[in-house]
């Protein structure tokens, strides 16, 4: 929040205390959590809890009581989590750098989904990653596609280049901002079903751009074993 949004390190500790402990046990109370409003990993689903908090008579009071603050912290959040970056934002050319915020997140446990084993995937790290490079094709920016109805930007792709399916191999999660990548759907379809060949021309400039990143998030491989795993799916 710091790096990207630009906030003071006081706003920060005061929303971070209102979301992970007041607004965090308000929504465990009313069962819309299980512990944490970190655990939403959808934005939709933020978006409604913060429709429901609205109207909700119990914590509009204790909003007004804090001043204001959970609200505001809540609000910052979810902004945050849409991909806008400051509250001042307006130069689409800007670029934000998701780098700043690379560092290990401990893996979490599988679950079920039926008869397979499935980790969980964030689509609001997906859309921030898409927003923070600008609906452009990271392979090639001049790759083109349509223009989606609802969002009025270019239909890109996110694609994790270290597949989920081989987590239970490292400590920390694979299901960051250094391992999501921008995509048009040709270049996604490529490193998925590409021949060989194509497809380590696009992974080798990826690993150039990438490998330090994934390092920093606690992902340090070598170029031999990032191959291995990019194209073992």
């Known amino acids: 929040m710091e790096e990207i949004k630009g906030l003071s390190e006081a706003s920060i500790k005061h929303y971070m205390g209102a979301l992970d402990t007041v607004i965090s046990r308000y929504l465990k109370e009313k069962g819309l959590v299980n512990h944490s409003i970190f655990e939403i990993k959808s934005l939709k689903h933020l978006l409604d809890v913060q429709e429901i908090l609205k109207k909700d008579p119990d914590f509009v009071a204790l909003n007004e009581k804090g001043h204001r603050m959970y609200r505001s912290g809540l609000q910052s959040y979810i902004d945050f989590a849409r991909g806008q970056w400051s509250d ?18 401990p893996r979490e446990k599988y679950h079920y989904e039926i008869t397979s084993e499935r980790y969980r995937r964030s689509p609001i790290i997906k859309h921030q990653v898409l927003k923070a490079e600008h609906y452009l094709c990271e392979v090639d920016h001049h790759h083109e596609t349509f223009i989606v109805n609802n969002t009025n930007h270019a239909y890109m792709e996110g694609h994790h280049v270290i597949p989920l399916s081989h987590q239970k191999q490292f400590k920390y999660s694979l299901d960051i901002y250094a391992n999501v ?12 079903y590409g021949r060989m060949s194509d497809r380590e021309k696009i992974l080798d400039q990826i690993y150039g751009e990438r490998s330090e990143r994934l390092a920093k998030s606690g992902l340090d491989i070598s170029r031999k074993d990032f191959f291995d795993l990019a194209e073992s799916r």
Do not use: A, G, N, Q
């Open 88 to 105: 001042s934002h307006k130069d689409e050319d800007t670029k934000v750098e998701l780098s700043k915020l690379d560092e290990p997140i």
């Open 181 to 192: 990548i921008c995509l048009c759907p040709i270049c996604h379809r490529l490193l998925h």
